[in-house]
């Protein structure tokens, strides 16, 4: 097998690997959520606010750990 031909599969293999773990997760939690659902019953609801939340602000968590690896800056406080 040539090695264009291993790029192109690595190539196809990392958007595949990308769509699972970037749209999966969220279609399962919907699911699971949907077929929970019950107006007096409160955990979907706080599931869904975590869910969202952490959706919101993994990009920025990520994204602070690498600047700060980057520039050298300490991850642990200093007693």
């Given at each position: 097998?040539?090695?264009k031909?291993?790029?192109?599969?690595?190539?196809?293999?990392?958007?595949?690997?990308?769509?699972?773990?970037?749209?999966?997760?969220?279609?399962i939690?919907?699911?699971?959520?949907?077929?929970?659902?019950?107006?007096?019953?409160?955990?979907?609801?706080?599931?869904?606010?975590?869910?969202?939340?952490?959706?919101?602000?993994?990009y920025?968590?990520?994204?602070?750990v690498?600047?700060?690896?980057?520039?050298?800056?300490?991850?642990?406080?200093?007693?």
């Open positions: 097998m040539s090695k031909k291993l790029k192109q599969t690595g190539g196809a293999q990392a958007i595949i690997d990308y769509c699972l773990n970037r749209f999966c997760p969220p279609l939690i919907g699911f699971l959520l949907w077929s929970h659902f019950a107006i007096d019953n409160w955990k979907p609801y706080a599931i869904m606010a975590m869910y969202l939340f952490a959706e919101r602000f993994h920025n968590v990520g994204y602070a690498g600047y700060c690896k980057r520039e050298g800056i300490a991850f642990e406080i200093e007693k």
